[in-house]
Nanobody, 124 residues
Framework: QVQLVESGGGLVQAGGSLRLSCAASERTFRNHAMGWFRQAPGKEREFVATISWGGGVTYYADSVKGRLTITRDNAKNTVYLQMNSLKPEDTAVYYC?????????????????WGQGTQVTVSS
């Protein structure tokens, strides 16, 4: 059973930055595409970013393009989400997720492994 553990969330002022990390428990996870999703209170979970197994292909939600960057370090079994120019509307619980395939996908239903989530709060 693959386990994903997120860290790096917190409280930040608008315009500030945070870096989220997601550590996978198994070395084989480096062969799989990974993604970040978020869920704000009263809203459905939504796609944020995804990255291919090798890190060469990434996709982003329109709302975060140019501000958030997804990367991965397969030697450390870790995926990152660098968050810059944060806005109050970025406030949500952020979830790391993994697929069983190698190609990145924006579809939530393609993700079978999920972390417990980390809270990001952006104050105005």
């Amino acid at each position: 059973q693959v386990q994903l553990v997120e860290s790096g969330g917190g409280l930040v002022q608008a315009g500030g930055s945070l870096r989220l990390s997601c550590a996978a428990s198994e070395r084989t996870f480096r062969n799989h595409a990974m993604g970040w999703f978020r869920q704000a209170p009263g809203k459905e979970r939504e796609f944020v970013a995804t990255i291919s197994w090798g890190g060469g292909v990434t996709y982003y939600a329109d709302s975060v393009k140019g501000r958030l960057t997804i990367t991965r370090d397969n030697a450390k079994n870790t995926v990152y989400l660098q968050m810059n120019s944060l806005k109050p509307e970025d406030t949500a619980v952020y979830y790391c997720a993994g697929t069983k395939g190698s190609a990145p996908t924006t579809r939530l239903t393609e993700y079978v492994y999920w972390g417990q989530g980390t809270q990001v709060t952006v104050s105005s």
